[in-house]
């Protein structure tokens, strides 16, 4: 599909396309991309991309400027809620309790039916159309994490799921040592929206961009167990691959815990990602 179709269509969808939002994301599969004439240059394209993952490329697809004002409306609205609940609470928060607490605090202003159809859109259109393919843990948008299954980890500011996430980390604390770190652990839909939506901002919203290097909203498995680590002071290095020359990382290879979730290279779309512990190793 041409950049130019796939904006039309989304801003068709925000400003007033009527039906579900699973209607719209099957309305938008009959856009389908067309292969490359010669499969060697699209991979060449595909590798350069992931090798220069936060530098804009010419097929970028971006925000249309007929739904901008829509979009960093909505990126400022998330952002409220997460400076009034809380940076650690904002990442459990699901999509339905974000829209009341919008609704109930003036500071924060209620979502319009514009922004409520936009996060739906970016939620149901497939990324692929802006070049993430991988899997999708998390179908739908009102998905909720339930509090009864996670646990607040001392001194992160992060949540983990009770039972396999939460042993995996506690094993790697005992066997790494104190010098390893949770960088981040469970993010929910709200926080995985204004993640994506955040790096697309400071980009000239530029989907592709961000897609390379955040998850969009429903493709992140930190909804579903995944976590990342980090070592003691190494601050935001720890998602770099700077990681990779860190004693932590050393490690945690050492003792076979890095089944990456996003290698060298993967053909998802995702740049390298070697502080990802990957939990749920089936997908």
Do not use: C
Not at 3 to 8: I, M, P, T, V, Y
């Amino acid at each position: 599909m041409k950049r130019r179709d796939f904006l039309k269509i989304l801003a068709m969808g925000v400003i007033g396309w009527g039906g579900s939002p699973e209607a719209i994301a099957k309305n938008l599969a009959i856009f389908l991309n067309n292969p490359s004439e010669n499969p060697e240059d699209h991979i060449r394209d595909y590798l350069i991309k992931m090798k220069h993952f936060n530098k804009p490329h010419e097929d970028d697809v971006h925000i249309n400027s007929a739904i901008y004002k829509v979009f960093k409306s909505t990126v400022t609205r998330l952002r409220r809620i997460q400076q009034y609940v809380g940076y650690g609470n904002f990442q459990i928060l699901s999509f339905d309790d974000g829209l009341k607490i919008a609704r109930k605090y003036s500071q924060i202003g209620k979502f319009s039916k514009a922004e409520i159809r936009f996060m739906e859109m970016i939620f149901y259109a497939e990324a692929k159309r802006y070049g993430f393919f991988g899997h999708k843990p998390l179908n739908k948008l009102t998905d909720r994490i339930k509090i009864k299954e996670v646990t607040k980890v001392p001194h992160t500011g992060n949540y983990l799921y009770k039972g396999q996430p939460l042993e995996a980390f506690k094993k790697i604390k005992r066997q790494v040592g104190e010098q390893v770190i949770l960088t981040s652990g469970i993010r929910g839909i709200m926080k995985q929206s204004l993640l994506f939506l955040n790096n697309a901002d400071k980009n000239n919203g530029n989907l592709s961009l961000a897609s390379r290097s955040l998850a969009p909203p429903g493709y992140s498995f930190h909804g579903n167990g995944d976590f990342d680590v980090g070592q003691v002071d190494f601050g935001t290095a720890n998602f770099t691959e700077r990681f990779t020359n860190t004693e932590v990382y050393k490690k945690l290879s050492e003792l076979g815990y890095l089944k990456l979730r996003y290698p060298k290279n993967n053909l998802m779309g995702v740049r390298f990602e070697p502080w990802h512990i990957k939990v749920n190793t089936v997908i």
